[in-house]
Structures are given as C-alpha cells and as structure tokens.
C-alpha cells in the first residue's frame, strides 16, 4: 500500500499497535462499547503481555509500512505476569534511542500503560498519536529498506 | 584419493580488509592438506591471475568460490556476479560479506557524506580544488576509470544468489577446514542458504566465565572504567558483552582473550535481527523498575545502533539510518 497523500487532513496514518491482552485491549474494546470515536489510524495486535513485545516486532512494522508503532500496557505494578511491563519498557527506552540513531522520528514510536478501564485515555492518546504523525507525514522507512541506492 | 580431480577453490575480495583472506592462509600447515585435495584457480592476495582469466573461465568451472568482503562499488558487484556465474558453490565467506560487517557500518551515513569528509574537511586532507574521485576522467593519454563508489554497502546475498554462508570477522580457520573437508571426503552438504562453520548454540554456552541467573545489571561502563575480574561474565561486570545473542563457532575467543564478544558471528538460526535480539537480552539483564533508573542505565550504553549491528547493520531488518 502507497500513501500519496502527504501530511494532510485526508491522509490517515496507520499506526501498528501492540496491546496487551488485559488492559489495553480491554480498554480499545470498551471505547468501542462507549461509543468513544476516534481516529481510524490503528491497526490493533493483540499481545499477552507488554513483555512480549520483541524490538523485532517494531522494526518489522516499520519496515512494512508502519507511519507509528504504538505500545500499550498495564501499569507499574498491574502485570499479570508481575514484571512485562518493567522489562517492555526498558526495551522500549532502548530501543528509542537506537530509533533516533537510526533516524527515526521519536513521535513515530510510543508506550503507554493504558489499564482495562481507561477507554478515555485510549482515545486520547490514539488521537495524540495520530496528529503528531499526520505533522510528520507518511513513513519513509519502507522505501528505504526496500530501495538499495547505487 | 590421488587419483581424485582436484577441487577448484577461488578467493575474492570486495569490500574486505584483507584479513579473511589471511584466515584462509592461516590454515598453516593444513594448506598442504588443502593444496592437495584443491587447486587454487584465482586468489588476488596470493596469485596473479587477472579478472580476464576468470571472463574466459567456463561457467560453473569453479568448484568453491570464498567471497569474503561487502558490496560497496560497481567493481564488488560485478566481480559477485562473474563469481557467482563461474561457481558451483558461493559462500559468503566472514562478517562482510555475510551481513556487511565493520565496511557496513557506513550505512549510517551516506556517500556524499563520506566522500565530503574524507576528500574535503578531514585533517590531514588539503584539497582547495575540490577534486572527488569520478567514474570517469579525461587526460591527454585517454580516459582513466575508477568504480562507482555506491551509496549504501550490501551484503553479498543483497547482489546475488549465495549457496553459504561462513561468519566470523573473520572465520575460525579450523571452521574453515572443517568445510572444506567435509567437501573434499564428499559428505551431504546442508541445504541451501545455510550457515555453515557455526556451532547450534550462543557464545554464553561455550563461555568458561562464572554466570549467574540475576544479572541486575544497574549500568554499563567503556572498557577502560572498570577492571575485569577476569572470572566473572562480563556483562554482570556492566562490560557489554554480545555473547548472549551471538552464535558460537569461534570458541568465545574474544572473552578467552578477555575482550568482550562484538557479535561478528552474527544471531543464532531464524534471528533476523541480531540487534533485536541484544535489545531484549539488555532489557532482561537490567534490574531497574523506574523510568529514571532506566534511563540512566540505558545512557551508559553509549551507542547501541553501532554496538549491536558492528558486524549487521546493512543485513538488519532496517538496513541503514534514515536519509
Ligand atoms: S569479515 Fe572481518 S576480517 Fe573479513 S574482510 Fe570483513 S573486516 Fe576483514
Ligand atoms: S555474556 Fe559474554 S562473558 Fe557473559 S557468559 Fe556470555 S559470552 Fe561469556
Ligand atoms: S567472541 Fe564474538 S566477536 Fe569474538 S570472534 Fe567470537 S563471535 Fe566474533
Ligand atoms: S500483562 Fe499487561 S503488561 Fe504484562
């Protein structure tokens, strides 16, 4: 799939998200229930823990043709398996910083810990998310990946 | 086995430093072996036979071809695809060519940003002209040519079909006999696109270092920071060590020498991406909880993208920075 459009109202990023089975999905399930509209950007994975998210996920979004990478999570102290969420986000404080390195704007990727009930937050930062990538206009990385320069 | 046809073995260079050819040479006394079971058609380190001797070698007339180096001129590709045209078996041969080794981490810049620094603002250079090498240049006596210096540097099998691959920066010499060995005496090769000369394991299992199952490693320090124990693993010691993502085959000699593994083995079976693989075995090793703990553990970890993809970057899933 091609965007053409460049950073405009018309254009919707797609934005891969990983979210983890008991907070954040939940939380997409019920601002769905709730009639809470928001942008039509995600496309959503489910995960069974924060923890499971491999860097390698990430980097394969971006190199299909992700625009962003978004992260959800239980909060500090809410893990099902007591400590995902502390190693996901160590990963993900790295693997920022070898994003940057690699020349990939910080809007592109996000964590958030999102519990079951926060349907709201999940709106908002989904809509967040969208405007600061819709600013920063479709991904290059695809091409880049797939085009070797001579 | 006298009566046996030789196999016909070729080296080449690309973009290479010289020193997996010198792998090959350090087979030592071995070479006797391998003079007799083989004969060396083409070698440029050692012989002097010309690319033209090659043009006008059959197809498929070469047994083995060693490819060590990357691809980063037009010369390296072309002499990849007269190789790979005259070859039965092309191996990818050390960390270059395998995944674009140490020549590969120029995929964090670009040519003109290379060709800038080294032909106009570097130190030692003095160049008011402006003059950058070209493809082309005319003189009185004709015109002289040079390769294309290409952008981004490629990994051999980004340019042609590669039978094997050999890793190491650069190969272990006895992993390389025991190849050719196992050729010669006519043993079933692996499938096709597998690496070969490696051991089904990370460098941790063969690693003779005290380890513990907690790591808690609170942050990482440059080598000259701290003293080795030189008993203890070393990244429990916050010395960054890339053996846990890192296949063996070389004998951990990196930590044997008490220098930590750089990674040039490159990731186990079916990792695409050594680096990756670092990222969650750092995020494992760590032991903070809160954002600031993390961040300042993850600052001492000076320059991740060049310490996890040293030997990988132009094989990784993200090939090169971003223009
Ligand atoms: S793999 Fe290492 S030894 Fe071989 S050519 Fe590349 S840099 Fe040199
Ligand atoms: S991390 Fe390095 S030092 Fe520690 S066990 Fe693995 S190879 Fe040995
Ligand atoms: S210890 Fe690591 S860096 Fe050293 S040769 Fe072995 S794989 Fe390469
Ligand atoms: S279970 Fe939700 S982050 Fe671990």
Redesign the interface.
């Known amino acids: 799939m091609q965007s053409t459009v460049n950073n405009n109202e018309n254009w919707t990023p797609r934005i891969v998200a990983f979210f983890c089975n008991w907070c954040t999905y939940t939380a997409s399930d019920l601002a769905g229930v709730s009639r809470l509209r928001y942008a039509p950007s995600t496309r959503v994975i489910r995960v069974m823990c924060s923890g499971r998210i491999d860097p390698e996920f990430i980097m394969e979004s971006f190199a299909k043709g992700a625009d962003g990478v978004l992260i959800g999570g239980c909060h500090p102290g809410d893990c099902h398996y007591s400590e995902g969420n502390y190693k996901c986000l160590r990963r993900f404080t790295l693997m920022q910083k070898y994003a940057e390195q690699m020349g990939i704007e910080k809007d592109r990727l996000r964590l958030e810990w999102i519990s079951a009930s926060e349907g709201k937050k999940l709106q908002e930062v989904v809509n967040d998310m969208t405007d600061h990538i819709r600013k920063l206009g479709p991904s290059k990385i695809k091409e880049v990946v797939e085009t070797i320069v001579k | 086995m006298a009566d046996k046809p030789k196999i016909k073995l070729a080296v080449y260079w690309g973009a290479a430093c010289g020193g997996c050819c010198v792998s090959v040479l350090d087979v030592h006394e071995s070479l006797f072996t391998v003079v007799e079971h083989a004969d060396l058609v083409f070698w440029p380190i050692a012989l002097d036979v010309k690319y033209k001797d090659v043009e006008e070698m059959p197809d498929g007339n070469i047994d083995i071809t060693l490819f060590n180096g990357a691809v980063r001129t037009?010369e390296n590709?072309h002499m990849a695809k007269l190789l790979r045209k005259k070859s039965k078996i092309l191996i990818a041969y050390g960390s270059c060519a395998h995944m674009g080794g140490i020549p590969g981490l120029a995929n964090?810049s670009?040519k003109e940003e290379i060709f800038k620094r080294v032909y106009e603002t570097s130190e030692s250079i003095d160049n008011p002209n402006k003059v950058f090498p070209a493809t082309e240049t005319e003189v009185k006596e004709g015109k002289l040519t040079l390769p294309?210096f290409?952008?981004?540097v490629?990994t051999l099998n980004?340019v042609v079909d590669v039978d094997y691959y050999l890793p190491g920066c650069p190969p272990q010499t006895e992993r390389l006999v025991e190849v050719f060995m196992a050729v010669v005496t006519g043993a079933t090769l692996p499938p096709k696109g597998s690496v070969i000369g490696v051991f089904d394991r990370v460098q941790c299992d063969d690693c003779k270092r005290k380890k513990s199952d907690k790591k808690g490693i609170t942050k990482f320090y440059r080598a000259w920071e701290v003293v080795d124990d030189g008993e203890t693993c070393l990244n429990e010691q916050g010395i960054l060590c890339m053996g846990p993502a890192t296949r063996g085959g070389c004998g951990v000699r990196c930590v044997e020498g008490n220098a930590p593994c750089r990674g040039c083995y490159g990731p186990m079976e079916g990792i695409?991406?050594p680096?990756?693989?670092m990222?969650?075995a750092?995020?494992?090793m760590?032991e903070?909880?809160e954002?600031d703990e993390?961040?300042k553990?993850?600052e001492s970890?000076v320059?991740?993208?060049?310490t996890?993809y040293r030997f990988s970057l132009p094989g990784?899933?993200?090939?090169?920075?971003?223009?």
């Open positions: 037009s590709e964090f670009n294309k290409y952008n981004d490629m980004q695409p991406d680096g990756a693989k990222m969650s750092i995020a494992s760590l903070g909880k954002q993390i961040d553990a993850i970890v320059d991740p993208a060049g996890f990784s899933i993200l090939r090169r920075k971003q223009k």
